[in-house]
């Protein structure tokens, strides 16, 4: 049996692809499981994550065969919530690229990407109310976060996908490339980040996720130790040289 998530590991970014391509990529336990092992890969030796679907969609939901037959218990135990915050909480950037279906499990995933880039055919949106649900694996915190109450609202109660073009609009994606450039734009977007000092990667995202009554205190604590590092040092050494031979 073809595994869930398919993994491809480099040295800076590992490339995890949906792979149920017969149910549309929809999100069931096993996946769920197979996110868990790659977080903790990814919590032990930091890469960037490029997070992408099979076969031209990201994920058209949560599986709902095995949905309906969740209670209550189930719900208490945020199972497709915990794993999305753990994707969410990684050390590195987290590249969401999206093409076809992105609905209810499917885009609360790719909510939990730092950034999110998709295709013409993007149809991204949470229709559960009219499965008799919530979206409660967060959209319902990290869908204002992202594009604010108003319209994260309208997305939730109506239960309407949104088209590319109007995702784009509304921030939450931030830029629309052919289906055939989507997975080369988010390396593209690795390797920018590739470049840069991955302490200084890592806590720019730290920075970023800490809650606005922290700021501005955790900037200086997280630039004080980057004040100290060698990496620091070095770059700003090369930089200086570089100017002074021009």
Known sequence: MASPLLIEESDDRVVATLNRPERRNAIDQ???DALHALCADLETTPRTLILTGADGVFASGADIAQLRERRAEDARRGINALAFI???DLPMPVIAALDG??????????YAADIRIGTPALRIGNPEPGLGIIAAAGATWRLPEIVGDARASELLLTGR??????????????????ADGLLGAAHAIADRIAA?????????????HTPRAQHPQIEFELQAELFESPEKMRRM???????AKR
């Not at 279906?101 to 790719?110: M, V």
């Not at 050494?237 to 100017?243: A, Y």
């Open 101 to 110: 279906y992105a609905l209810g499990g499917g885009a609360e995933l790719a």
């Open 86 to 88: 753990r994707v969410h």
């Open 161 to 178: 996908a949104l088209t590319a073009d109007e995702a784009l609009a509304w921030g939450l994606i931030s830029a629309i490339h052919p």
């Open 30 to 32: 096993e996946t769920i």
């Open 196 to 208: 840069n000092d991955p302490l200084a990667v890592q806590y720019t995202k730290r920075a970023l």
């Open 237 to 243: 050494s090369e930089f200086l040289e570089r100017k």
